[in-house]
């Protein structure tokens, strides 16, 4: 069964609007760890935001920020006033386990493309 | 700025002939790692090491190997390249366990 699923593959935005891109993500661990990363067309994995099963507020880091329902299994990325700079493949990625006695693999769903239209 | 740095950045080799990517860092992280990511797809992990431990993907092939002279440099080495073996290769480090930074990756090209 995936771990990670991102269902879509590819999104289209206005700029200057906001945009969620969806992830869910199946564990029986209760400790966990959820990443975004924005990959652009350079092929570089930039680190977005982290957001820990722990965590008692949703992450935010400037313009992202995540909506974290532990009970749906769901860490979808938002992000506000979208810029063309913005276009890129975003992957969610779990981690079980935190600490050194975690898993020390990251498990990637598959992408979403983003656009963001002029 | 601490980075991680890959080179080179895009790398053709032959079909069989031995290529060497490299890896190195100034974030004085113990943990290094390399993906393959593939056209399309989600970024696969090879192998890692925990500062000098290496600790192999179930699923790697033995065409793969990685050498990690130093807590800054990790090496992946590619024995004999097929045309499966395209992809992007990505490194990354982190503190223990914690979240990863990506280099910017290295495109190898077989010919």
């Known amino acids: 069964a995936q771990k990670i699923t991102q269902t879509q593959p590819g999104m289209f935005v206005q700029e200057k609007e906001a945009v969620t891109l969806d992830c869910t993500y199946d564990t029986s661990d209760p400790s966990y760890g959820l990443f975004w990363y924005k990959q652009p067309s350079s092929g570089e994995m930039i680190f977005l935001i982290y957001q820990g099963s722990y965590d008692q507020q949703n992450a935010t880091e400037g313009r992202y920020s995540l909506n974290f329902q532990k009970a749906r299994k769901s860490a979808n990325l938002v992000i506000s006033a979208s810029q063309l700079g913005d276009s890129a493949m975003y992957f969610c990625?779990?981690?079980?386990?935190?600490?050194?006695?975690?898993?020390?693999?990251?498990?990637f769903g598959k992408g979403t493309k983003l656009t963001v239209n002029p | 700025d601490a980075m991680v740095i890959q080179n080179p950045r895009y790398q053709v080799t032959q079909f069989g002939k031995p290529v060497t990517l490299s890896c190195s860092q100034t974030l004085n992280h113990n943990v290094m790692y390399w993906y393959q990511q593939k056209s399309s797809q989600a970024p696969k992990l090879l192998f890692h090491y925990y500062d000098k431990d290496f600790n192999n993907e179930a699923d790697t092939p033995d065409n793969f190997q990685s050498r990690r002279p130093n807590t800054s440099f990790c090496f992946l080495d590619i024995r004999s390249p097929g045309l499966g073996d395209a992809a992007m290769y990505l490194c990354?480090?982190?503190?223990?366990?914690?979240?990863?930074?990506f280099g910017p990756g290295t495109r190898l090209t077989v010919l």
């Open positions: 990354a480090t982190s503190r223990n366990y914690n979240e990863q930074f």
């Open positions: 990625a779990m981690r079980e386990g935190v600490g050194q006695g975690g898993s020390e693999k990251l498990v």
